[in-house]
Nanobody, 123 residues
Framework: QVQLVESGGGSVQAGGSLRLSCAVSGRTFTLYAMAWFRQAPGKEREFVAGIRWTGGSTTYADTVKDRFTISRDNSKKTMYLQMDSLQPEDTAMYYC????????????????WGQGTQVTVSS
């Protein structure tokens, strides 16, 4: 069983940056891919970025492409999301998730979730 714990959220002004972390513990030798999702109040949870654990290939939502960077450190068993040029519309609870089998962009592609970390961007 894999456990995921997010950290690094906070409050910033528009144009600022934050770096989220997702610490992975438990059974990690079968990790295939992981991703970040976010959910704003009153909205559905949406895909932000994903990464294959082996090889490190990545994919991003169009709304964050060129502003956010996903990465992972195998030795630390940690995934990161560097968020630059933050905008008020980026305000949401951010969740990390482990893929069932392969990197995907749908919620149903993931079966293990962290508790979330709040990101608030003020204008």
């Amino acid at each position: 069983q894999v456990q995921l714990v997010e950290s690094g959220g906070g409050s910033v002004q528009a144009g600022g940056s934050l770096r989220l972390s997702c610490a992975v513990s438990g059974r990690t030798f079968t990790l295939y891919a992981m991703a970040w999702f976010r959910q704003a109040p009153g909205k559905e949870r949406e895909f932000v970025a994903g990464i294959r654990w082996t090889g490190g290939s990545t994919t991003y939502a169009d709304t964050v492409k060129d502003r956010f960077t996903i990465s992972r450190d195998n030795s630390k068993k940690t995934m990161y999301l560097q968020m630059d040029s933050l905008q008020p519309e980026d305000t949401a609870m951010y969740y990390c998730a482990e893929a069932k089998w392969e990197l995907g962009t749908e919620i149903d592609d993931y079966d293990t979730w962290g508790q979330g970390t709040q990101v608030t961007v003020s204008s």
